[in-house]
């Protein structure tokens, strides 16, 4: 693979990991979008510059993958404590008991 499209490989690569960026903005670039892209549109990067971004870019690609992983196997992670422990009770074979409110009748 010549040199100009191995950069320009890491570079797509590079952006796909990055968050989305909103449609309403598309013309405006983040400072990390425009940072990536005057890093790669200067004449011949050094070989080192060109590891630490493969480096970054297999670092991404480990978080999002960590994330994934993360959401998948630990799905009461973002519940609060109530609905953590319905559904643990149920993974039981048990049903919480509806809770009595008390109303407050003014007569």
Same mark, same amino acid.
Do not use: C, W
């Given at each position: 693979?010549?040199?100009?499209?191995?950069?320009?490989?890491?570079?797509?690569?590079?952006?796909?990991?990055?968050? *989305?960026? *909103?449609?309403?903005?598309?013309?405006?670039?983040?400072?990390?979008?425009?940072?990536?892209?005057?890093?790669?549109?200067?004449?011949?990067?050094?070989?080192?510059?060109?590891?630490?971004?493969?480096?970054?870019?297999?670092?991404?690609?480990?978080?999002?993958?960590?994330?994934?992983?993360?959401?998948?196997?630990? *799905?009461?992670?973002?519940?609060?404590?109530?609905?953590?422990?319905?559904?643990?009770?149920?993974?039981?074979?048990?049903?919480?008991?509806?809770?009595?409110?008390?109303?407050?009748?003014?007569?």
């Amino acid at each position: 693979m010549s040199k100009s499209s191995q950069l320009r490989s890491l570079y797509r690569s590079l952006l796909r990991e990055l968050p *989305p960026r *909103p449609l309403s903005s598309s013309q405006a670039r983040s400072p990390l979008h425009q940072r990536l892209r005057q890093s790669f549109s200067a004449d011949e990067p050094h070989e080192h510059a060109v590891a630490q971004a493969d480096q970054l870019l297999q670092y991404l690609k480990a978080q999002r993958q960590y994330t994934t992983l993360l959401e998948r196997y630990n *799905p009461g992670m973002n519940m609060d404590e109530e609905e953590r422990v319905r559904l643990t009770a149920r993974r039981v074979g048990m049903d919480l008991p509806l809770e009595y409110k008390i109303e407050n009748k003014k007569s």
